[in-house]
């Protein structure tokens, strides 16, 4: 079977930098309640580069990688 990675990005609560979003975060709910899918929401690019990582030698089962796209500044 082959690896299949579905990557969302754009999903904030609240009004982001090019307006309104499109996908809220309680999207999030309905895709972790989809049987043998796997979701990840990333909060840093360690995270991100571990959800991916996972992602591409998971063959079992999809993922979906949800990514924000608000920039956080880094303290």
């Keep these: 079977m082959q690896e299949l ?3 969302m990005i754009h999903d904030y609560i609240g009004l982001g930098e090019d307006g309104p979003t ?3 975060d309680e999207q ?3 895709l972790r309640a989809e049987p043998r899918l796997l979701v990840f ?3 840093d690019g360690n995270e991100t580069a571990g959800a ?3 992602s591409v030698t998971n063959r079992d089962a999809p993922t979906v990688i949800a990514l924000s796209g608000k920039r956080w500044q880094q303290t």
């Design 52 to 54: 991916y990582k996972v």
């Design 28 to 30: 999030l709910a309905g």
């Design 41 to 43: 929401r990333p909060a």
């Design 5 to 7: 990675i579905y990557i």
């Design 22 to 24: 499109h996908q809220p």
